[in-house]
């Protein structure tokens, strides 16, 4: 089987497997070998490495992948192409493909079972539709991987990357930078797929660190706020946080919370740099402690963000 990563190469495994891209997942082939060389380089993809791949198409990147890596895991959602695969890969006993949804793989449990828990190197051409999800779940899952190399629309690229007072700056920028350091290696026209995508494409590689650059009491309080702080972009911070779902924090809190750290109480949320986002969860996360009600020793429910849940 000749490689992919070309227009003719790949024309002709669909032409072969009268293959039908889906829209709905977002299938947008790679076609020019110098940007999958480029992926692979940038990842540092090594025979002491063990790759997962999230979403490999007919195998273009898997192949580049397998050539230099111990082993790939590839989880593709699109039961049509597990048969293309299993040609397009016969040659790389290294290669295991999985037929699933990322979304729904317990990434620790694979570590576990196919890289004896070491971490894995994560290097893919994402579906756009779910790059954030995605993202996320690499991140929140505290799942081992130490490396994100990723091809992404270049706007969200760019996003991961921005600091306080940009209009891109928000909730993905914060989470990124809480848990990686990320670099944008490439830029990728649109005709080096198949289909071409309508946007401009971008390689970011995000290099997990071992420990996060700010301490904070309560992470995923910490991650509440933040979406509460971006969910009402328009609202100072202040009148945003009094009305958040699912934080309980009063307006005169919030105020009384940025009056201790020196910070204007006009401010909004874009303006607040990650370490300012910190300071400000370990006074709040406090606030909302001190309002949770002794646990029920029948149902050991105890917060009052459970019962409100629950009426
Ligand atoms: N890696 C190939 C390449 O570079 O040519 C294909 C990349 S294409 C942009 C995205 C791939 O992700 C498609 O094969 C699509 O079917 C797959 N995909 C979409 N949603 C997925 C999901 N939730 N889980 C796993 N794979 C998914």
Known sequence: MPKLGTAAGTLEVLRKYDFHFQKKYGQN???????????????????????????P???????????????????????????????????YPNVTVINEDILKVDIARLSREKNAGRPFKVVANLPY????????????????????????????????QEGPGSREYGALSLAVQ???????????????????PKVGSSVIRL????????????????????RASFNQRRKTLINGLGNA????????EAAQALRTLGIPENIRGEALSLEQFARLS??????????????????KKNTRIDRQEDE
């Open 207 to 226: 290099t997990r660190y071992e420990e996060p650059p700010v301490t904070v009491k309560d992470e995923a309080f910490l991650f509440r706020l933040i």
């Open 178 to 196: 809480y848990y990686s350091r990320p670099e944008i290696v490439a830029h990728v026209p649109a005709g080096c797929f198949i289909p071409a």
């Open 57 to 91: 198409g007919i195998g273009t990147l898997t192949q580049y992948l397998a050539e230099r890596a111990g082993s790939v895991i590839a989880v593709e959602i699109d039961q049509a192409l597990i048969p293309i695969l299993s040609d397009t890969l016969s040659e």
């Open 245 to 252: 779902e699912g934080l309980a924090v009063t307006k005169a």
């Open 129 to 160: 539709y779910i790059t954030t999800p995605i993202i996320m779940k690499l991140f929140e899952s505290h799942a081992p991987i130490d490396l994100i190399t990723i091809m992404v629309q270049t706007e969200v690229a760019e996003r991961m």
């Open 29 to 55: 082939f790679l076609i020019d070998p110098n940007k999958l060389e480029a992926i692979v380089e940038a990842a540092g993809v090594g025979e002491e490495d063990c790759v997962l791949e999230i979403g």
């Open 282 to 299: 370990d006074l709040l996360c406090q606030k909302e402690a001190e309002k949770k009600i002794p646990a029920d020793p029948q149902t």
